[in-house]
Structure formats: C-alpha cells, structure tokens
C-alpha cells in the first residue's frame, strides 16, 4: 500500500523527468509542489480522499487529485509508465548529483546513452564528458568527486521499504511454475534496521523461469547479473535484489549460509571442522585432517535449517539471533532466550487520535485494534507544547478523558481503553503536564521531540528528569532517531539505563521502521538491566498498528523474552503494574 511518502516520492520524480524532457516550468513545479506538500501532510492521503478532501490540500488540483486516486487505488499511474518509457528513470538519480542538473543529465544521455549512475562515472574516468558542450575537464573531475560523495551519503535502504519490497518479489517468484519454497534470507531476515541488498531463495528444479521471471520485473532498473542460478538486478528505487535458485535437498544449508551474518558463518563452519566437515552452501563435506575436502567421499546435504544445526551439536538458532553475539555459546549451553512474538503481544501503550494528530477517533482507534487482537490500548496523543502534533491542552486532554472513558464502556468485553498522554520533554527540562494532571492518567508516556541536537548534558537531562517523575510509565522512542534521515540524539544512555534502573520506568521499542527505537543491542542491554519494555505501534492510522511486527523482529533481535514486556501481561498485571508506580 502506498504511504504519503511514497506518493510524494513518485510526484517528485515525475517533476524532475519532466524537467529533463524540458517541458514548461509551470508543469514540472506543480509537480514538485504537490510532492512537497503531500510530504509535509499530518493525515494519511487514504483518509483524506475517502473524504473527498484531495482538491482542499495545498498545491493539489483536479488532475493531480486524479492521480492520487489512481494511485491510492491501484498502486500505478499511467502516466508515469508512458512518461518512464520516453525519460529513463535512472535519469532521476543522475539529477541528484551534485552540480549535475536535469540540461546536462539530458545532455549526458542524449550525446552518450548515459542512463544511471555508474553509466556516467565510468565515461567521466574514461574521459568522456569533457568534449560535450560547456563541459571540460574540471568539471567532469568534479562530477567524479560528487558521485563519490553520493555513494557515502546513500547506501542502506531503511527495513520498513525492503522488507515489503522483497515479500512482493517473493510472492512473484514463487507464483513461477515449478517454484516449491522460498525465502527471505540475508540482514531482512536477521532483522537489521537497514539493508544493504535483499538476498532471496528459491528452491525449484527448474531455474531459468525463475530467473527470466526477476530480470522482467516492471520495476527492474538495471539487470546486474543473469546466470543460470544466480541474479541480481537492480530496482527502480535503487534497491539491490541477489535472487539464487538452489535445490530442496540443499535448502537448509543454503538458507543458513544466506542468511548469515557471515560472523555467524564462520562460527558455524569451525565447529563443522572440529567434526571433520567442511560446511558452505551446498552440504557438508568430509574433510582429512589437513582440512582438504576428500573427494568421492559422500557428503550430507540439510534440507533444513534444524538439520544443518543438529550436525553441529546445537539446537536451532532464530535467525534474528545470529550476529555472533553470544548466540552460539547460549545455544551451547542451551541457554538460548524464548523470543517473543507477535503473538504474545496483549496491549498496545501508544498510539494517537484526531484528538491531535492521528487519523481516527478514539472509538475508531478502539475498534482497529480490537480487529487485530489486542485485549488493551491507551489512547496516547500529543500534550501541549507539541504545536505541530496539535497537542492537547488541559482542558481538551481532560474532555479526552470522558470521551475514553465512555468508549471503554461501550467497549466492555472486548477490549479495554485507557486513557494516557505522550507527553513532551520540553526542551528546558521541565516535563509538559503538571503532576496533578499526570496523576489523572491511567499511563504516561513521555517523548523527546523538538531540540533534539541539545548538548549530551542538556538532552540527557531532560530524560533523566522524566525517569524521576513516578508518573512517568514510558519512555517513548528513546533515542529520537530516525532511519535514514536523523541521527539518535547525544544521549548518555548509560546514565539513563541506570536512572531507568532505578525508578522501573518502562523503555519503548517503537515499532514504526522509521524509528525501531530501542534498537536490539539497548533493547538487549535493558533486559539484562531488569528494565522493563513496552512494544508499541505508535500509530497515528490504523495500518500502522500492523507494523508492530517490525517491533516484534527488533525486540527478538535484542534477546527480549515476553515476561520482559509489559505489554504482553494480562491486563490485570499491566493495571497493578502501572498502579504500584504511584496511580
Ligand atoms: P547487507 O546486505 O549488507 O544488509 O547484509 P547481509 O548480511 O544480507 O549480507 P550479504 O547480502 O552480503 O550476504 C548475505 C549473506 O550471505 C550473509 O549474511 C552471509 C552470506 N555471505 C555472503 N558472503 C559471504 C562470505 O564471503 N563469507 C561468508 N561466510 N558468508 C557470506
Ligand atoms: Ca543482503
Ligand atoms: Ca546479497
Ligand atoms: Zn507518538
């Protein structure tokens, strides 16, 4: 399903091969206009136009609204597949380098058949560009310098984008004739917040359909490689896809070898050789005691991951766990941590309503995450000072209050509502509601949102003071970052572990891929502390309640246990719980 964001994306796109084809300003502004605005929205484009509201936002006409619609509705537009056949795409990511605008990108693809980056670099290094009009030597040095710097700038694709990209190539290649399993392995299946390319299994007898199915995709970019059972190609979005077709009888190896992380790897293929095997992809192999595979001698292939872990002497290891990180020991020691998951969620602590800036009404909301299982939500909206959240006043956070309490009746036997604040932490330390307001609340959360670049001392200040408060349940995405885009504040998160520590404050792992904040490793280390954690949606819109999954892999990729996760108790438990710390 497209997100706002990636309606922008598409606009902003369309503005710049507009601009390359050399249309008329006008048309290529309107464009980029209504991408920036659909950017900047504080509502999902999907409710507004359920509304009809489309023609009432900033910049956004008939014929624009037209396009939204269609591509809300079926996840393409017309318009930019005819206009994609006339301007390669790749044109698009050549504009993005510095000092290279959309006349010489046309300039470079015109004269020399230049359509992606690499395209360009390498007719820059072979000395190419400076003949072409008003170029010259310093300025194809300078375009070689500012790919370089594109190159550092760029790289990792958020998990939130690669994660659903890879499941829908996934699906395509399974729906290939002979196709009979398939897998997701690499850093999506680790879980890593971001992904350097996706890497995906198909076990088939027959490659070549599968292979020929990838490279014809509609959003491949470029074919960086087609074999008879290996290919890469290129997306439209930049992102890497490695496709490798493999026979069942060796799924279990070739699972775990693409899966990695290649730390875990070695580990794995040094106990094979104390067992006398050398272990790839394929099988294990005897090995003499020089470690030279005897040839002729019968190797054992692993249809299954277990299978490749049984011949090690270990029990099987999730993948979310495999980074070399104690998890071969644990495994040793049958020690290995029950992962939670997405099933021993019971509650959801955070998440917002048209009370400030979400989609939905409480009721709405209430009624969203009854559909998917929850037994307990609070209704968490902005507080005061949050201006661009619409955060509510005394007055209007206690009117919220009746309005939760009703809805909590007439949702009586189906889920409880309760009703709590995500309060800022102002940036001059004090915390945005009095505590005779807090005490009011069934749950407070407490979150850094504005000033996020103060000094070490002073942001980190502003948390602790938030940990003192014993009506502070929840620190809400504690780091503030935001993937790709902003770095986690300068926080001193050892001072505020222990201050955590101390007071019992719950820590969030928030489930939106755009934070996953705590990471695993703080996740792992808050556990270990005894510090308690909440998995929350976040979620401003009902869909966003389903990326709590991308919590779930987070938290298993941190160690975490159910019983560390306030939100999968009984809500009896979590009552007592938020009750004991001085409601
Ligand atoms: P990424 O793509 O940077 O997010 O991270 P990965 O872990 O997906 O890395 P990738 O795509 O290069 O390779 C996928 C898996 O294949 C990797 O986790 C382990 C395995 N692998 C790849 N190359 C090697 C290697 O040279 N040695 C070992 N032991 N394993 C490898
Ligand atoms: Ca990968
Ligand atoms: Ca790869
Ligand atoms: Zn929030």
New binding site residues.
């Given amino acids: 399903m497209l997100t706002n964001r990636d309606i922008a994306d598409r606009f902003e796109k369309i503005a710049v091969m507009l601009e390359i084809k050399g249309e008329i300003i006008h048309r290529v502004l309107s464009y980029r206009r209504a991408g920036e605005s659909i950017r900047e929205l504080p509502r999902d484009l999907r409710a507004i136009a359920a509304e009809g509201g489309l023609t009432d936002l900033p910049n956004i006409g008939d014929t624009l609204a037209a396009k939204i619609t269609e591509l809300l509705e079926t996840g393409k537009l017309e318009f930019y597949e005819r206009l994609s056949a006339e301007i390669p795409p790749g044109l698009v990511d050549i504009v993005a380098i510095n000092g290279v605008g959309p006349k010489k990108a046309r300039l470079f693809w015109k004269e020399l058949g230049i359509v992606t980056i690499e395209g360009l670099e390498a007719a820059a290094r072979a000395g190419k560009l400076r003949d072409l009009e008003k170029m010259g030597e310093k300025s194809e040095k300078k375009i070689i310098e500012a790919i370089e710097a594109l190159s550092r700038r760029t790289g990792?694709t958020p998990l939130g984008k690669a994660l659903p990209a890879a499941q829908a190539i996934l699906q395509r290649l399974l729906a290939v004739p002979g196709a009979l399993e398939g897998a997701i392995?690499?850093?999506?299946?680790?879980g890593?917040p971001?992904?350097?390319?996706?890497?995906i299994l198909i076990a088939s007898d027959h490659a070549a359909p599968i292979m020929d199915a990838l490279v014809s995709m509609e959003n491949v970019a470029r074919v960086l490689g087609h074999g008879p059972t290996k290919s890469s190609v290129e997306l439209l979005s930049g992102l890497q896809v490695?496709v490798r077709v493999l026979e069942k009888a060796r799924w279990g190896t070739a699972l775990c070898?693409?899966?990695?992380?290649?730390?875990?790897?070695?580990r794995l293929?040094n106990l094979a050789l104390k067992r006398g095997f050398s272990l790839n992809?394929h099988a294990f192999s005897p090995v003499d005691e020089n470690g030279s595979i005897v040839e002729d001698a019968p190797k054992t292939l692993c249809a299954t991951e277990e299978e490749v872990y049984a011949l090690l002497g270990l029990p099987f290891i999730p993948p979310e766990l495999r980074e070399d990180a104690g998890e071969i020991e644990a495994a040793q020691a049958s020690k290995l941590p029950a992962l939670i998951t997405m099933n021993d969620l019971r509650g959801d602590l955070h998440m917002h309503t048209t009370w400030s800036d979400g989609t939905l009404s409480v009721r709405e909301m209430a009624e969203a995450a009854y559909a998917r299982g929850r037994e307990y939500i609070v209704i968490t909206d902005h507080s005061r000072s949050l201006g661009i959240g619409n955060g509510l006043s005394i007055e209007r956070l206690l009117e919220q209050q009746e309005e939760v309490r009703r809805v909590d009746a007439e949702m009586k036997g189906r889920i409880r509502v309760f009703h709590g604040t995500e309060m800022d932490m102002n940036a001059d330390g004090s915390l945005d509601y009095p505590d005779e307001v807090l005490e009011k609340l069934d749950f407070v959360v407490a979150s850094l949102h504005v000033s996020l670049r103060q000094d070490r001392t002073t942001i980190t200040r502003r948390v602790l003071n938030a940990l003192q408060n014993p009506h502070v349940d929840l620190i809400g995405h504690p780091t503030a970052q935001y993937i790709p885009d902003r770095e986690p504040a300068d926080l001193d998160m050892d001072a505020i572990f222990e201050a955590a520590k101390v007071s019992g404050t719950a820590l969030e792992i928030n489930s939106n891929p755009r934070r996953l904040d705590l990471e695993a490793p703080y996740a792992r280390r808050a556990v270990e502390m005894g510090i308690p954690i909440a998995i929350d949606s976040d979620a401003h819109a009902p869909e966003q309640m389903d990326l709590l999954p991308y919590g779930i892999l987070t938290a298993r990729r941190g160690w975490v246990e159910a019983r560390s996760v306030i939100n999968t108790w009984p809500v009896e438990q979590f009552m007592a719980w938020t009750r004991a710390r001085g409601r």
């Fill in positions: 990792r392995g690499g850093s999506i299946r680790r890593r971001t992904i350097g390319d996706v890497d490695d070898y693409f899966t990695g992380s290649q730390a875990h790897n070695v293929r992809e």
